[in-house]
């Protein structure tokens, strides 16, 4: 069972920037591509943003598109989502998952390892 260590969420203005990083523990990330998604009260859980193991290629959701941005250090064994712009439907349970093989699209259900959730707030 993979693990991850999430942090960075918290409460924010709406306007402000938080920066989620998604640390792997135990095993190397390299191989893998790796997903955020979150999930908001009474809400499906949804596909944020997902990064292919070399980080050559991203996706995004349409929501977040020109506000969120996705990236890898796999020498720190790290995955980074920065947020801009952040709004209060932003709100939600961020979540980092990973898979093996390509990134094709970015949906959970194609994800078997996931970290524990980091709550976001977007709030005056």
């Known amino acids: 069972q993979l693990r991850f260590v999430e942090s960075g969420g918290g409460l924010v203005q709406p306007g402000g920037s938080l920066r989620l990083s998604c640390a792997a523990s135990?095993?190397?990330?390299?191989?893998?591509?790796i997903g955020w998604f979150r999930q908001a009260p009474g809400k499906e859980r949804e596909g944020v943003s997902c990064?292919?193991?070399?980080?050559?290629?991203?996706n995004y959701a349409d929501s977040v598109k020109g506000r969120f941005t996705i990236s890898r250090d796999n020498a720190k064994n790290t995955v980074y989502l920065q947020m801009n712009s952040l709004k209060p439907e932003d709100t939600a349970i961020y979540y980092c998952?990973?898979?093996?093989?390509?990134?094709?699209?970015?949906?959970?259900?194609?994800?078997?390892?996931w970290g524990q959730g980091t709550q976001v707030t977007v709030s005056s």
């Open positions: 998952a990973a898979k093996r093989g390509v990134l094709r699209l970015c949906v959970s259900a194609d994800f078997d390892s």
């Open positions: 135990g095993f190397t990330l390299d191989y893998y591509v």
């Open positions: 990064i292919s193991s070399s980080g050559g290629r991203t």
